[in-house]
């Protein structure tokens, strides 16, 4: 019995210790994660598809010009030496306002895309918080199951030992075997849980686990008129932003697209009538203006006002609920401080207890069953203790998540 209860108070200020800060690790675990993350891999080319379509805005024409040949001559009916050979150089040529409305539309793509991957590794961040926690959380139940194994095995020791020279019961005998098998059983299970928890960062990060699994340190809030006030680097927010803006660009493209490019070409023409005759050149200039189509302008401008009042709407929608998931996170987080509180001065008074029921069973004045409940109880109030910690770290962690910080 002495070393039941030297090794569960040894134990015990273990767990009360609070765990340093370490958000180095978490942001370790985020950079290897990002290098795995499967979308990550595409967004370097979604930029430079971005920052060409930039270049393209930025040229003389549109489209790349074009050179076209051609030859006519009378060799397979009259043959008496007409020739004719033609060259066309031809340029499309920017509408009035196009060319300002692409190189903006261009500039938000590549807004845009950076946007998008400060958003998509935010949204990895909060992935791996949930992750980082739970494996935090099921470190803690199988370390308190191993413990409780190997109190209730010293227990069993001590009472079997008694048992042997009178002066306990049978009954007593097989209680404290029931609960090393109780103890064992759930160890198992623990150790269970704890490796799903830790194949589950490993297929974020890639690596094992480390085994320092610190906290995070909280945001610094501001309110303004009784509200969070959000940062303006958010990443969700920025992306929505920016898909806003780069919605409302191609709406002015489309506006100032109301036609084909025309096309202005050089045409270079050297002939002759027959064999007689010397070459003539002659160069001549063709201009080709399009017509407009109503149906088509309706249909590109309407199809970008579309996009763009979706955008507006999700930017919107966006704003409000990041702002309660913000609030949300904030309340979690101060209930779990009480919470942590009060599992502390529980787990006192449980190990108080604990300590006077197992110098009352030594010393014959209690029998086991009391023993076994009220050890049952310390243990549990340490298991929520360590609930409580775990907790009030990933309160803080979905803060700073809610918040647009990353570790």
């Known amino acids: ?75 397979y009916n009259r043959n008496l030496g007409r020739q004719e050979w033609e060259v066309e150089l031809a340029a499309p040529l920017w509408l009035p306002g196009q060319k300002a409305a692409r190189e903006a539309e261009a500039a938000s793509r590549v807004e845009e895309a950076a946007a998008k991957r400060a958003a998509l590794r935010w949204g990895l961040a909060g992935e791996l918080r949930e992750a980082w926690w739970s494996l935090a959380a099921a470190r803690n139940v199988n370390a308190l199951a191993i413990r409780r194994l190997a109190t209730a095995q010293a227990l069993e020791a001590d009472v079997r ?124 200039i063709r201009l080709k203006i399009p017509f407009s189509s109503g149906p088509l302008v309706r249909r590109e401008t309407s199809a970008a006002k579309a996009d763009a009042d979706q955008a507006d709407a999700e ?22 401080e009480r919470q942590f509180l009060m599992a502390q001065e529980r787990r006192q008074l449980s190990a108080e207890n604990l300590r006077l029921s197992e110098k009352a069973f030594s010393l014959g004045e209690s029998d086991l069953a009391t023993l076994l409940r009220i050890r049952a109880a310390a243990f549990d109030a340490e298991a929520f203790l360590d609930r409580q910690r775990v907790a009030r770290a990933a309160a803080i962690s979905r803060l700073n998540q809610a918040l647009g910080v990353l570790p």
């Open 315 to 336: 930017m919107v929608r966006a704003q409000t609920r990041i702002q309660l998931e913000a609030e949300r996170a904030d309340r979690a987080l101060a209930s779990s």
């Open 161 to 284: 030992r008694r048992y042997t020279v009178g002066e306990l019961s049978r009954i007593d005998a097989n209680l404290a075997q029931a609960e090393v098998l109780a103890a064992s059983a759930e160890q198992a299970e623990t150790e269970t849980a704890l490796l799903q928890a830790e194949q589950a960062l490993r297929t974020l990060t890639g690596t094992v686990a480390p085994q320092d699994v610190g906290e995070e340190v909280p945001t610094t809030l501001r309110r303004s008129g009784g509200l969070l006030s959000m940062p303006d680097a958010h990443p969700s927010l920025v992306a929505a932003a920016a898909a806003t803006r780069g919605a409302r660009a191609r709406v002015t493209v489309a506006d100032e697209s109301r036609r084909a490019a025309p096309e202005l070409a050089l045409r270079v023409v050297r002939e002759r009538g027959d064999f007689a005759e010397p070459y003539a050149n002659t160069v001549g």
């Open 1 to 75: 019995m002495a070393v039941c209860a030297i090794g569960l108070l040894l134990a015990l200020p273990t767990v009360a210790a609070d765990t340093p800060a370490a958000s180095t690790g978490l942001a370790r675990a985020l950079e290897q994660a990002w290098r795995l993350h499967p979308q990550a891999a595409g967004l370097d080319a979604r930029e430079a598809e971005a920052r060409a379509a930039q270049e393209v805005a930025a040229g003389l024409t549109p489209e790349p010009p074009s050179v076209a040949i051609g030859s006519l001559n009378d060799r």
